[in-house]
Structures are given as structure tokens and as C-alpha cells.
């Protein structure tokens, strides 16, 4: 089943809903648990974050079989290039995020954990207890740089996407977002 322009599928609704509201819990737990130091969230932050990867894998995969879908809006060419460019930022998005978190924690010596069962395992420091020794310190800053700056950037991002979105269904009065929403 493939998107027309009347209609979107259940799988591009279903992943774009799944994938959207856990990247944004995502961004959200991410600045709030590293700002406030609350090292409880870690964990579970990460977890997500791997389990995601293969959903967002999954949609990239359906969304270059589907290819992109077609505006129903009015919204000029201008507008149509910023609305295709921010799609593509929030699809490579989906798979650098959680790709430069696993770098940064897995290469850090800081393992990845999914909830409780190790993907890969600490590398403990022996000679100071509580420490640990990276596996790679070069690709674990370069994770560390990437996960950062395209964490706040995707913040923006996503920003402009929810205000286009409700730009549409507000002022717009177009079927933008109700298309989005299976209706
Ligand atoms: C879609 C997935 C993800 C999103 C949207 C996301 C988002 C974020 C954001 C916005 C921050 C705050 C950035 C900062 O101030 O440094 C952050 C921090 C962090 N993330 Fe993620 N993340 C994701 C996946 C992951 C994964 C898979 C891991 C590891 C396996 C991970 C590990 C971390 C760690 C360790 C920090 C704290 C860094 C520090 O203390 O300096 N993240 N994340
Ligand atoms: C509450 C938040 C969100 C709302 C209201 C929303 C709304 C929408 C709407 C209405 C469309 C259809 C645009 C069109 O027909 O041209 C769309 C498409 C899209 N959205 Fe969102 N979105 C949200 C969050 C997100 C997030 C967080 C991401 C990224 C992780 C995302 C990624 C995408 C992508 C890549 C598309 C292109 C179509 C597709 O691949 O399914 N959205 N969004």
C-alpha cells in the first residue's frame, strides 16, 4: 500500500508518528538529563535511542521505496524547497543522532546498554574504580561533537517543521496535517 496524494499509508503514518514523538522525547530527555546532571535518565535514554535506529532505518527504507509525498497545500516553491529540505534534515536526523550517541557512548567505553542487557559491554579503568577506559577516544569526541551540535540543530529544526505543519492546518486551512493524521 502507497502513499497518494488523497491518502497516506498506515506504514508512512504509523512510522512517522512512532518516530517523531520518540525523537522529540529524545531531544527533550537528552538536554534535560545533561543539563541537570540526572544520570537515571541515561540509561533509558540510550536504550531508546538504540531501539530507534531500526525504526528510523525501517522508514528511510519505506520512504525510498514510497518516494516523497506530494503537497496538497498552496504553499509557493519557495516554501515547498524549505518544507522538502527540512524533511531530508529530519530523515538523516533519525539515523545521525543515535548513530554519533552510540559512537560517543560505545567507543567512550561507556558500553550500550538496552534496558538492562548489554549490546556491548563496559570497559572498566582497574586501577580507578567507577572510571572507564574508551575504546576509541577519537571516534568517541567525534560522536560527542556530532551528537551535540546536531542535537541543538535538530531542535530548531523540528521546530520549524511543527510550526509549518500547524501553519498549514491554521492559517493555511489545507489538508497538510490532517493527511499526516489519517483523516
Ligand atoms: C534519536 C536518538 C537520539 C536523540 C534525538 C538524542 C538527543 C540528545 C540530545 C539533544 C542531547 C543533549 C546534547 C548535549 O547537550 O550534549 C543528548 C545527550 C546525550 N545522548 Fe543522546 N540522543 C539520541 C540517541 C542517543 C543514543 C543512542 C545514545 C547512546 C547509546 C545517546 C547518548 C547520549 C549521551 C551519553 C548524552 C549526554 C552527553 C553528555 O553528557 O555530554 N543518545 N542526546
Ligand atoms: C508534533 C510534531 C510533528 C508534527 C505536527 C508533524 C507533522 C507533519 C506533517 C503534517 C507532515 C506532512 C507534510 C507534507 O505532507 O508535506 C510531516 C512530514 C514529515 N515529518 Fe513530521 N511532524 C512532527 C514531528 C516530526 C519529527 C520529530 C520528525 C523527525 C524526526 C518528523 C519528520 C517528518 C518527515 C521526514 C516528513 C516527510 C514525510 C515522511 O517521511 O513521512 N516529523 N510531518
Known sequence: MRD???????????????????????LITGVVMKEAGIYALY??????GILLVLVALARVFWRSRNGWPKPVGNSGPG?????HLVHWMLLIGTLLM???GMMMSGAGGHGLPIFGWQLLAMNPDPAN?????PLNATVAEWGHILHE???????????LHVAGALKHHWIDKDRTLTRMLGR
Not at 516554501?79 to 518544507?83: E, N, P, T
Request: overall charge positive; cysteine-free; glycine content about 8%.
Open 4 to 26: 497518494s496524494e488523497q491518502q497516506f499509508s498506515k506504514w508512512t503514518i504509523g512510522l512517522h508518528w512512532l518516530v517523531g514523538i520518540t525523537f522529540i522525547a529524545l
Open 43 to 48: 540509561p533509558i535514554h540510550k536504550s531508546v
Open 79 to 83: 516554501m515547498r524547497l524549505v518544507a
Open 98 to 100: 543515535p548513530i554519533s
Open 129 to 133: 574504580p567507577g572510571e572507564v577506559i
Open 149 to 159: 551540535l546536531a542535537g541543538y540543530m535538530l531542535i530548531a529544526v523540528v521546530v
